[in-house]
C-alpha cells in the first residue's frame, strides 16, 4: 500500500504509475463484483462481503475481492467476474460464495450453474467476453469496467489514468489540445452533440479574468443511467477530463452538478475528489506544472429542467433552476457572469482517452458525422436489460435482438423510445436505423442522454405520450407561458383520450399546440416537450384512433377502457390471483378455472401480475 | 302601513335548481308588511313584469321586492316597469338569489335558507323606503384617485384619456407603491419595471393628471358627485422644480440614520440550543462561498427530515440571503419538503422504464393501503409516500426504495408484504431499523 503523500513533480508521478504497474500482475486472480445499483438491488453488497470472508477462510486472502463498477448486465445481476481468464458468473446468490471460491478460484473449474445461457439458442457461455450481451460492445468509455475498483485511485493510475492530463500539462499547447478535440469529432453526449472542440475553443476565447468548467451529471432523463454508472463506476476518468478541459480553456475553478437521486454517484465521486487532492491532481500548482485547478460537488435538488445549462447554473448558483435566453451562451457568460464550459459526464469521460490514443484512433470509430462510441441504458420489455457501449452506427435492431435478446416472454416489439421527454418513439418499421446523432433526429427521435426504453406490443403509445407530459407539467418551471400553459392543455388531452372521453378533433388540437409550443418556448425543455406527441402520432395514429372513436386501448394499458378476465383455458385453478385480490373479485374451486367479477373488480392489475400461467388477460 | 309584494325570479333553472322558489314565495307571504307573495319561471319577462304590475294595482302595493338576479342587471326594467303603474320606483328593491346565492351555492336547503333571509332583509329595507323624487345637482367632472400604485396610475390615466380631471394622491415620496420593489410578476413573470415606468413617465406628462405625493388624505366630506377633500401636503422642505434626484440630501441628512434603523428580531434568539448547534455546524463552513445554497438546504434536510421554518430564517440570516429567495428554492425543487415527514419514507421511481412496468398500479395500491396521496404523510407520522424522478435503477424496474432501500421488480402484492413487514417489526422491536 502506498502511503498518500502528495506528489510534487511529475516525475513522482511517473514513479508512482510504474510503482503500481509493476506491482500487478496480469496473472493474478482478482474476483470482480459488480456494486452498481442494479446488482446492489440484487444483493451484491452481501456477496462481495461473503466473498472477502470466504477467501480468507479457505486462506486465499492473495485473492483480492474488487467491488467494481458497473458491468452492465444489470438483468442478470449479482455479477462475478474471475479474472484473469474473464469466467463470467450471473446470479450469485449467497449459497454460491463458498463454492466460487473452493471450485473456480482454487480448483479452476467451472460452475456450470451460474453461466449464463441465452434463451433463445440454449448454449452456455464461459467467458465475458463471449456473451453475446458483451460481445457485440465495444468499450471505450467503460473500457476498464469490471476491473478496477472505481473506489481506489491506484487502481486508475495503474491502467495509465492521469496520464493523459500529464501529457497535456507536459507536452501540449492548450490550443493543440483543443485542436486535438476538434480533430477527434467528439460531439456533446448530453443529446444535442454540439462539436465539443469548437465549445471549448470559444470559451477559451472569451474573455475574462476567471473562467469555469462544469460538468453536468443532472441525468434527468426517465430512464437513463448511464451518466450515473460511469460517474458511480469511473469517477477519476470524468476527473481527468475535466482536468484537461480546464487547462485547454484556462479555467481555475470546476464544479460538477450531480443529481440527488444518485447516492452511489455521489459517494464515488466525492471520494474520487478526495484522493486526487491527497495525491496533488488537483488543487494548487498541479505536479509542479505551475497549472492550478479545484473542483467542487454540487448536488442537484430534483429538478428536472436544471438538466438545461442555464438553469443548471443557476441552481449551482443558488438560485431557483430557471433557464434564460440564450445567447450570451456561457461561453461568454456563464457561472456568476463569467465564461463557463458545460459538458455532459459522458463528454467528459471520453476526454482521457481521445489524448491517449489520438483522434485519428477516435475518428475511426463510428459514422461520417457521429465519431466514437454511445453508451445507452437499454432498458424495458428486453430481455437483457443493462448498460451498453457500442460504436455510433450501430443498428436499432443489432442493439434491441442482438445485444438485448430480444423482447420479453416473446412478445412483439412495438417501438423504442429514444431521447427521454425531449425524445420521440421509433416504430418497429425503422429498426434498421443507424444510431448517430443526426439520423435519430430524422426518424423523429433525439439521440438524448442516451436511454432506449424498448416497447413491445403491451405498451399504450398514448400512454406514452400521456406519461412524457405528466412528467414535463411537473418538471416545467414556469417561467415561460407556452411551456407552463401548453405542455399542461396537452397534457389535459391526452388524459381525456386515455380516459376514453376523447374527442374527435382533439388530435388536430394536439398537433397545432405541439406546435406553438415547440415554436415559442424559452428553452430546450419546451422546445421538446412536444416531441413525444408527435412522434407517437406519427407512428401510431392508429392508436389514437381507436381510443377516441372505438374507446378501445390496443395496449391494454388504460384503465378506463379496459377490462381484467380469466382465459378458463390457461388458468390452472392455482389460486394465487384469488388470495391476493384485494377486493375478493375471484373466486373459483381449487385447480379449476377461476372467474373475475367485474362489478367487484377496481382494475388494481394485482391477478395480471401474480399469474404464473399468463391467464388474465386484459381487453 | 305597508303594503309590500314579494316576487320570487326561477330564472330557468339558474335559480330554480337550487333554490326552493315556492318555498321562499311562501316563507315571504308570512313576513310582516307583506300582502302578496309569487313565484314564477322568468320575472324579467313580459308575463312576469305584468304579473308585478297587475299586482301592484289590484293589491295596492306600497312596494316591491323583486328576488331574481343582481340589481346590476334588472333594476332598472323593475323600476321603470313600476313607475308606469304609478309606484314611486325608488319603493321597489331587488334580492340578489342568483348571483349571491343559486350560483354560490351547491346544497339546496341551505341555498333556500340563505334565499330566504335576503328576502326578509329585502322586505325590512322597503319597508323603510321612503318615496324619493329625483333632482338634479350640478358635478364637477374631476376625479380623486388616492394611492399612486400601479393600480392607481392606471385608474388615473384612464379616467384622464376619458378626458377628465383627474387629482392624484400618493403618500410616498414616490409613486409607484409595491410594483417599484417588485423584479417579475405573477403569473406571466414580465418585468415589473417595464410595465412600470413607462406608466409614472405619462402620469407626468398628462395636463389632465395632477400629481400630489408625500402628501395624505386628512377628511372626506360631500356627496357622490361632488365631494370635498382635504389633502394635507407633507414638509418636504424641497423645491421639486429644481431638484434632479441626486439623494444627496437623504445621504447628508443628520437625523436620517437616527429615525430610520428598524428593530431587527433575530431568529436566532428563538431557536433552541440544539437547533442552533446543528445549524451552525452546517452553516460555519458554508459562510462567505459562493454557490453553497442548495448544499446548505440539503444538509438541513438531512438533519430533520425537512425544512423547518425557523432552521430557513436562521439559514437566511446568516448567510445573508434573502428569505424569499430561500423560500422560493425550497419550493422550487423536488427534493425539498416543508413539512414533516413520516419515520418511513417510501419512493416510487416514476422512470420510463417503471412507468411501462406498472408503477402507477403501486402508485394506486400504496394509496389505498396508506390513505394517503403522494407526497403525504399518514396521520401516526409513521408512513410517506412519494413519486420520484427516475432513480436510475431501470433494469431493476418498477422500482421502490424503502428507506433508501432499493427494491427492484416490484409487484403490488410484494409491495404491501413490505408494509406489512415494517409494521410488525416497528411494533416488536422499535428501536430496530426497518428491514431493507
Known amino acids: ?619 | 302601513m305597508a303594503r309590500i309584494g314579494v316576487f320570487i325570479c326561477w330564472c330557468g333553472a339558474n335559480i330554480a335548481e337550487m333554490v326552493d322558489a315556492a318555498a321562499v314565495a311562501e316563507y315571504a307571504g308570512q313576513l310582516p308588511g307583506v300582502v302578496v307573495s309569487k313565484d314564477y319561471r322568468y320575472m324579467c319577462s313580459d308575463p312576469g313584469q305584468r304579473i308585478m304590475t297587475d299586482s301592484i294595482q289590484e293589491d295596492n302595493l306600497t312596494g316591491v321586492v323583486v328576488a331574481s338576479c343582481s340589481p346590476r342587471m334588472h333594476e332598472a326594467t323593475f323600476r321603470k316597469t313600476a313607475a308606469i303603474v304609478g309606484l314611486n320606483p325608488y319603493t321597489l328593491e331587488m334580492a340578489n338569489i342568483r348571483e349571491h346565492c343559486s350560483w354560490a351555492h351547491t346544497d339546496r336547503g341551505q341555498a333556500t335558507e340563505k334565499a330566504k333571509d335576503l328576502v326578509r332583509m329585502m322586505v325590512e329595507k322597503v319597508r323603510r323606503n321612503q318615496p324619493l323624487e329625483p333632482v338634479r345637482v350640478p358635478v364637477t367632472q374631476r376625479v380623486m384617485v388616492i394611492g399612486a400604485g400601479i393600480a392607481g396610475i392606471q385608474a388615473a390615466l384612464d379616467v384622464a384619456a376619458a378626458g377628465h380631471e383627474v387629482v392624484l394622491v400618493e403618500r410616498e415620496p414616490s409613486v409607484g407603491g409595491h410594483m417599484a420593489q417588485l423584479d417579475e410578476t405573477f403569473p406571466t413573470l414580465d418585468c415589473s419595471q417595464c410595465i412600470l415606468t413607462p406608466r409614472m413617465v405619462d402620469i407626468m406628462q398628462s395636463d389632465k393628471i395632477k400629481l400630489y405625493t408625500y402628501a395624505e388624505i386628512d377628511e372626506v366630506g360631500g356627496y357622490i358627485g361632488n365631494f370635498e377633500v382635504k389633502v394635507r401636503k407633507k414638509a418636504r422642505s424641497v423645491d421639486i422644480d429644481k431638484c434632479t434626484g441626486c439623494g444627496d440630501c437623504y445621504n447628508y441628512c443628520l437625523s436620517r440614520n437616527k429615525i430610520s434603523i428598524p428593530v431587527i428580531v433575530s431568529v436566532a434568539d428563538r431557536l433552541d440550543a440544539d437547533m442552533k448547534k446543528t445549524l451552525d455546524e452546517i452553516l460555519d463552513p458554508a459562510a462567505g462561498r459562493r454557490g453553497v445554497l442548495l448544499g446548505v438546504l440539503q444538509d438541513v434536510q438531512d438533519a430533520y427530515n425537512y425544512l423547518p421554518a425557523d432552521a430557513l430564517r436562521y439559514v437566511s440570516e446568516k448567510l445573508n440571503i434573502p428569505f424569499s429567495r430561500i423560500y422560493g428554492v425550497a419550493r422550487f425543487y423536488n427534493a425539498f419538503t416543508l413539512e414533516p415527514r413520516g419515520e418511513h419514507i417510501i419512493r416510487v421511481c416514476q422512470g420510463t422504464a417503471c412507468h411501462l412496468k406498472g408503477a402507477s398500479l403501486l402508485v394506486d395500491a400504496l394509496g389505498r393501503e396508506l390513505g394517503i396521496r403522494d407526497g403525504e404523510t399518514t396521520k401516526d407520522m409513521q408512513f410517506t409516500f412519494e413519486r420520484v424522478n427516475c432513480l436510475g435503477a431501470c433494469a431493476m424496474s418498477p422500482v421502490v426504495t424503502i428507506d433508501d432501500q432499493y427494491h427492484g421488480q416490484m409487484t403490488t402484492a410484494k409491495l404491501l408484504k413490505a408494509l406489512e413487514g415494517i409494521e410488525s417489526a416497528d411494533a416488536s422491536r422499535p428501536e430496530m431499523e426497518a428491514a431493507g
Open chain 1, 1 to 619: 500500500m502506498t502511503t498518500l503523500t502528495r506528489l510534487d513533480t511529475v516525475e513522482a508521478f511517473g514513479e508512482l504509475r510504474e510503482f503500481l504497474r509493476l506491482r500487478q500482475d496480469p496473472r493474478q486472480t482478482v474476483i470482480s463484483v459488480c456494486g452498481f445499483t442494479g446488482c446492489k438491488v440484487n444483493g451484491s453488497d452481501a456477496v462481495a462481503e461473503a466473498l472477502k470472508e470466504e477467501v480468507r477462510k479457505q486462506g486465499r486472502d492473495d485473492v483480492p475481492v474488487k467491488v467494481t463498477g458497473c458491468h452492465g448486465f444489470c438483468e442478470k445481476g449479482p455479477l462475478v467476474v474471475i479474472l484473469p481468464q474473464g469466467i463470467f458468473y450471473q446470479k450469485v446468490g449467497l449459497k454460491d460464495v463458498e463454492a466460487i471460491v473452493e471450485k473456480t478460484v482454487i480448483g479452476g473449474e467451472i460452475i456450470p450453474s451460474l453461466l449464463y445461457t441465452d434463451p433463445r439458442t440454449k448454449e452456455q457461455y464461459k467467458l465475458e467476453s463471449e456473451v453475446p450481451f458483451y460481445a457485440k460492445q465495444e468499450r471505450v468509455v467503460c473500457r476498464h469496467s469490471g476491473k478496477i475498483d472505481a473506489a481506489r485511485i491506484e487502481d486508475y493510475i495503474a491502467v495509465g489514468g492521469y496520464s493523459s492530463m500529464v501529457k497535456v500539462l507536459t507536452e501540449m499547447a492548450p490550443e493543440e489540445v483543443i485542436d486535438e478535440m476538434k480533430r477527434s469529432g467528439l460531439r456533446g453526449r448530453g443529446g444535442a452533440g454540439f462539436p465539443t472542440g469548437k465549445k471549448w475553443e470559444f470559451c477559451r476565447m472569451a474573455e475574462g479574468d476567471e473562467k469555469f468548467i462544469v460538468c453536468n451529471g443532472d441525468e434527468g432523463d426517465p430512464g437513463a443511467f448511464m451518466d450515473g454508472s460511469i460517474m458511480d463506476g469511473h469517477p477519476h476518468a470524468v476527473l481527468e477530463g475535466m482536468l484537461i478541459g480546464a487547462y485547454a480553456i484556462g479555467a481555475t475553478h470546476g464544479y460538477l452538478y450531480v443529481r440527488t437521486e444518485y447516492p452511489l454517484a455521489i459517494r464515488s465521486l466525492t471520494r474520487a475528489l478526495e484522493q486526487a487532492h491527497d495525491y496533488g491532481l488537483l488543487g494548487e500548482n498541479i505536479l509542479g506544472t505551475g497549472f492550478s485547478f479545484d473542483l467542487e460537488l454540487t448536488r442537484g435538488a430534483g429538478a428536472f429542467v436544471c438538466g438545461e445549462e442555464t438553469a443548471l447554473m443557476a441552481s449551482i448558483e443558488g438560485n431557483i433552476g430557471s433557464p434564460r435566453q440564450r445567447p450570451p451562451f456561457p461561453a461568454v457568460s456563464g457561472l456568476w457572469g463569467k465564461p463557463t464550459n458545460i459538458n455532459n459526464v459522458e463528454t467528459w469521460a471520453n476526454v482521457p482517452v481521445i489524448i491517449d490514443r489520438g483522434a485519428e484512433w477516435f475518428a475511426s470509430i463510428g459514422t461520417e458525422g457521429s465519431k466514437g462510441t454511445k453508451v445507452f441504458s437499454l432498458v424495458g420489455k428486453v430481455n437483457n436489460t443493462g448498460l451498453v457501449e457500442v460504436p455510433m452506427g450501430m443498428t436499432l435492431r443489432e442493439i434491441v435482438y442482438d445485444i438485448g435478446g430480444g423482447i420479453q416472454k416473446g412478445r412483439k416489439l412495438k417501438a423504442v423510445q429514444t431521447g427521454g421527454p425531449s425524445g420521440g418513439c421509433i416504430p418497429e418499421s425503422l429498426m434498421d436505423l443507424r444510431v448517430d446523432f443526426d439520423e435519430l433526429v430524422k426518424a423523429g427521435g433525439m439521440m438524448g442522454s442516451g436511454g432506449l426504453i424498448v416497447m413491445d406490443e403491451r405498451t399504450c403509445m398514448v400512454d406514452v405520450a400521456r406519461y412524457f407530459l405528466e412528467f414535463l407539467t411537473d418538471e416545467s418551471c414556469g417561467k415561460c407561458n407556452p411551456c407552463r400553459e401548453g405542455v399542461q392543455q396537452m397534457h389535459n388531452i391526452l388524459e381525456r383520450i386515455c380516459a376514453g372521453e376523447g374527442k374527435d378533433d382533439d388530435i388536430d388540437i394536439l398537433l397545432e399546440l405541439a406546435e406553438y409550443v415547440k415554436d415559442s418556448s424559452l428553452c430546450a425543455l419546451g422546445g421538446t416537450a412536444p416531441n413525444p406527441v408527435l412522434s407517437t402520432i406519427k407512428h401510431f395514429r392508429d392508436e389514437y384512433e381507436a381510443h377516441i372513436r372505438d374507446h378501445k386501448c390496443p395496449g391494454g394499458v388504460c384503465k378506463a377502457l379496459i377490462q381484467y378476465g380469466i382465459n378458463a383455458d390457461a388458468c390452472k385453478g392455482c389460486e394465487r390471483c384469488a388470495k391476493e385480490c384485494p377486493q375478493d373479485a375471484i373466486t373459483g374451486e381449487k385447480k379449476q378455472p377461476h372467474t373475475l367479477d367485474r362489478e367487484k373488480c377496481i382494475k388494481c392489475g394485482v391477478c395480471f401480475e401474480t399469474c404464473p400461467f399468463d391467464a388474465v388477460y386484459t381487453e
